[in-house]
């Protein structure tokens, strides 16, 4: 199975990075985004997930960010 980081911010999508079959780095990268998404100034709303090349969600790694405005 290979992996990414998904990320939706502000209406956005994107796939930030692929990882091939090494969930252990998509795990690490998954956090990092969302670290980043939660200090981010000009974020008001973001969901950050590892999926698989079916887009299924690895272990419930996904991660819905708001900011109050």
Do not use: C, P
């Not at 990414?4 to 209406?11: D, E, L, P, T, Y």
């Not at 998404?37 to 997930?49: G, I, P, R, Y």
């Amino acid at each position: 199975m290979k992996y990414a980081i998904s990320q939706v911010s502000n209406g956005n999508f994107s796939i930030v990075s692929e990882h091939g079959e090494d969930k252990q780095a998509a795990f690490v990268a998954y956090h990092d985004r969302a670290k980043i998404l939660w200090n981010a100034s000009d974020v008001v709303t973001a969901t950050v997930a590892v999926v698989d090349e079916n887009q299924d969600v690895v272990e419930g790694k996904k991660e819905y960010i708001k900011h109050e405005q």
